[in-house]
């Protein structure tokens, strides 16, 4: 039995047989993939533009309440009370006077409060106590990015 024998360059030369299998299944991915692509036109989609709703859209007034790093509470960036009352009476009148409004308007109060990162939490409580005397639920937080 002889051993295969090499050229004398040491090459085999250009191998067909492994590129006419890559070939083949390269073709037969892409024959098989044209069947799974779907047409624009079937699909069910809508592009964004105005449409016309059946009720009118509801929008609420926002009262926005700020809380400065001093303690100095702003309603709609308006001061109220001292930085050191705990009681907040003006902002309380207040309060009560946007929720009865609110009741007599039948829309519900709504309001924020911005608090600076380096404020008390306890000035938020003396906030929070005063929204809980004016009967008000709807509120949110947020935190003041200056």
Partial sequence: MKPFVHDDDGTMGFQIAPMVD????????FMVMAGAVKVENELTTRLPGSTETSSATELYDETMIAISDEG???LN????????D??????RATLMRIKENAD????PAVVT????PHAKYSRTIDVLDALAAAKISNVTFNISDE
């Fill in 77 to 84: 960036d308006e001061e109220c009370d001292a930085p050191n």
């Fill in 104 to 107: 007599n308007a039948k829309q």
């Fill in 22 to 29: 890559v070939v083949f299944v390269i073709m037969l991915f």
């Fill in 86 to 91: 705990t009681q907040l009476p003006q902002l």
């Fill in 72 to 74: 100095q509470v702003s």
């Fill in 113 to 116: 409060i911005v608090s600076d």
